[in-house]
Nanobody, 123 residues
Framework: QLQLVESGGGLVQPGGSLRLSCTAS????????IGWFLQAPGKEREGVLCITRGGIIMYANSVKGRFTISRDNTKNTVYLQMNSLQPEDTAIYYC?????????????????WGQGTQVTVSS
């Protein structure tokens, strides 16, 4: 069974950091493009950043300079490092897989999704 599982969400104060993990089973992450998406309450899901199997990364403008993505092939895991978090970053964060070997943040291009992890930024 092809599956993605996110972890690492929680409550953090403004200006704080969190690292989310996305672990795959049933397929190899390094052979896919993996994206991170967020969905805030009452809003549509939007792309945050993605990494291709070749290591090319695409960032949404809203997270440039604050969020980074990395991959540990030995653990079949992709990480989302989030720094300088703000209340507007509060959302459910999802990782997803697309077979396309190009950078894109269109959720319709992704076929396998995790269940999501809640990130709340509040004092």
């Amino acid at each position: 069974q092809l599956q993605l599982v996110e972890s690492g969400g929680g409550l953090v104060q403004p200006g704080g950091s969190l690292r989310l993990s996305c672990t795959a089973s049933g397929f190899t992450l390094s052979s896919s493009t993996i994206g991170w998406f967020l969905q805030a309450p009452g809003k549509e899901r939007e792309g945050v950043l993605c990494i291709t199997r070749g290591g090319i990364i695409m960032y949404a403008n809203s997270v440039k300079g604050r969020f980074t993505i990395s991959r540990d092939n030995t653990k079949n895991t992709v990480y989302l490092q989030m720094n300088s978090l703000q209340p507007e970053d509060t959302a459910i964060y999802y990782c997803a897989r697309t077979r396309a070997n190009t950078v894109n943040l269109r959720s319709s291009e992704y076929d396998i999704w995790g269940q999501g992890t809640q990130v709340t930024v509040s004092s």
